[in-house]
């Protein structure tokens, strides 16, 4: 099936070509595509931060309908919505294996359940007391998703976020230093020094959500402090989990994301916009996402 893909070489734009899809195994899904995030990484890769990624790899911030459907997958059918983080959702029709979809109730931005799982995903640890006292360093939109995960499903009472973005959605939530010691650091920007700019108690949980290089002074204090750092991605065996998670919590009003997704872009006519404003970011700008008709 030959279909229509958005892609990026690193030279500082995505292009637009013709992808021959096959049709989908016994263990896969094919998907419609209707929306599709435009995804930080994907700005990143566009502009040669990092990659690229094959073009068979371009997307996967996706919602759309199921087409096909293999014959070992069960619970969905034909004409479902399904939120996706199989690649390439910026194709308009793509396969998606089992265990990388979850089926939502409607087409709307807030089901492109993907980056929201990223949120819920960073704080999936175990084994820890709701008494700890946690550092959110960050304010955008996973960070906003790990908040409301640890207070609505986790019950975790003492948090602080350390940013400076979307102050009118935090409100008095929102710190822009801290002189407190933390039991558990999620660290989604990488601007602090863990142990000397931020304290941490003994035996401390990092959860270093962008794989930040740390230097010898802090690794020393945090090697001292007998802390552990893991590094959530959401290529783990957990990830579908925090897909289902994360439906829930929407359906159940216990999340709202919708004040994150500020602008949708028609798939034909204003798709190279879509990644125009990833870069540049306009006053009042979020999360973008491209919509096909």
Not at 159 to 168: A, F, K, P, T, W
Not at 268 to 293: H, V
């Amino acid at each position: 099936m030959n279909v229509n893909l958005l892609y990026t070489d690193g030279a500082g734009k995505f292009r637009e070509t013709f992808w021959e899809k096959e049709e989908p195994g016994d263990d896969e899904i094919e998907v419609k595509a209707i929306m599709t995030g435009v995804c930080r990484s994907d700005v990143d890769m566009m502009v040669g931060k990092f990659g690229p990624l094959p073009i068979h790899m371009s997307g996967h911030e996706g919602l759309g309908q199921v087409t096909k459907v293999g014959v070992n997958i069960f619970g969905v059918r034909k004409g479902d919505y399904v939120a996706t983080r199989g690649e390439p959702a910026y194709a308009d029709y793509y396969n998606v294996r089992d265990g990388e979809f979850v089926k939502v109730p409607e087409a709307h931005p807030r089901f492109i359940i993907e980056p929201v799982a990223c949120g819920i995903n960073t704080v999936q640890f175990k084994d820890r007391g709701n008494d700890d006292r946690i550092l959110i360093i960050g304010s955008g939109f996973l960070a906003w998703v790990a908040y409301q995960t640890l207070i609505k499903s986790k019950n975790y009472k003492n948090i602080d976020v350390l940013g400076s973005s979307n102050q009118e959605l935090w409100g008095d939530k929102l710190s822009l230093g801290t002189s407190k010691s933390y039991d558990i650091v999620v660290d989604l920007t990488g601007k602090y020094a863990l142990g000397t700019d931020i304290d941490l108690n003994n035996n401390a949980l990092i959860i270093d959500a962008i794989g930040k290089a740390v230097s010898r002074e802090e690794a020393q204090q945090q090697l001292w402090k007998a802390c552990t750092t893991v590094r959530p991605s959401p290529r783990n065996e957990n990830f579908h989990q925090c897909m289902k998670v994360g439906v829930w919590m929407i359906e159940n009003g216990l999340l709202n994301v919708d004040k994150f997704w500020t602008r949708a872009y028609n798939r034909t006519t204003e798709w190279q916009q879509a990644f125009i404003d990833g870069i540049n970011r306009p006053e009042g700008y979020s999360r973008g996402y491209i919509k096909w008709d």
